[in-house]
């Protein structure tokens, strides 16, 4: 039998084992974690809706209506009218023709790469993509390939290189631990080129890029024509649960149809659907959450630009602070939360070796305040 204690010995001697802290508030910039009260900078909640009052009162409202749980996967019986609604609000805003809810992103993922490749057809990611389209590239059966980080033309020649079989190329919107964009035009039209699908999976995009915070396809002018799936998430700035797939009628019956991850587990509760109809309302109808996210992302790189901090080029509410050696990333994390700032050491294999960081995470309500101290704490530590 595998000697389990003696790699968990080797994972805290290389500073790589990692601890849960114990959350005992609501998700909020202003939280309690481990007793200690801090100033939260590593939530995904970018525009603060997590613990908003009135997605809050919506959830109440479909508790009341639905109950808890769901009971059953989609097709059994758990798909329930909230959950259809959630999925035609959901591709009107996107502007896509039909969506379809996962219970999560990564199920979301490892769905549409086993129904549209296989093997014999070939799966093309870049190499910073998220943990859960490389999984779902692996268990696909098809042949994997990964290009250099926002290179086209690494792209291309391994495009090329494909003569048969479907091919797939996945990539991030918004890169989750350096906080860059991708070129999804260029995305687009490589694939177009090569008789490609393009698949964006725009978790760190959906609700804060964009004109309107339709995201990364918003922000590139692109659509349905140039980008057939587009995947997003829901517990990020849009502050509930779960994911959607957005696409043409043909791919969201396909997925219905033939998604393991869709068909063999149970759906989220229908509480969770009314509550993020009422998050999508917010960000259609209060545009301010997201000028005020823009407008710290701003403040925090002006500030940051009067110190020494190596950040990443990033202009995203994603700002990573590069710090290279794992054991000084932990040290300068503990340090921080020492001061009530919280900010998680992020170390490989979720980031290249020698690219351990402080993954800064800003939201549209911290105040400047909250900047000023975080900056102030970065560079005393």
Sequence with gaps: MKDLRSQLDERKAKHLYRR????ESAQQVETIIDGRPVINFCSNDYLGLANHPKVKQAFKHGIDQYGVGSGSAHLVNGH???HHQLEDALAEFTGYPRTLLFSTGYMANLGVAQVLVGRGDSILQDRLNHASLID?????????????????DDLSSKLASRTSGEKLVSSDGVFSMDGDIADVNALANTCSQHDAWLMIDDAHGFGVLGENGRGTLEQADCNIDTVPVYMATLGKAIGTAGA???GSDDLIETLIQQARSYIYTTA?????????????????????????????IAYFKQCAAQTDLNLSDSDTAIQPVIVGDVEKTVALSTTLF?????????RPP??????ARLRITLSAAHTRTHIEQLIEALTQA
Excluded: C, M, W
């Excluded at 509760?269 to 109809?277: D, F, G, W």
């Excluded at 020492?338 to 992020?346: F, G, H, P, Q, S």
């Design 20 to 23: 849960r802290r114990l959350s």
């Design 80 to 82: 329930s009218k909230a």
């Design 136 to 152: 779902g590239g692996l268990l696909s059966g098809a042949r994997l390939l990964r290009y250099r980080h926002n290179d086209i």
């Design 244 to 246: 959607f797939i957005a």
């Design 268 to 296: 989220q509760p229908p509480a969770v659907a009314v509550a993020t109809l009422e998050s999508l309302r917010i960000l259609q109808q209060e545009p301010e959450h997201r000028q005020s996210l823009n407008d710290n």
């Design 338 to 346: 020492e001061r009530n700032i919280l900010v998680t050491a992020i």
């Design 350 to 355: 979720t980031v290249p070796e020698g690219t």
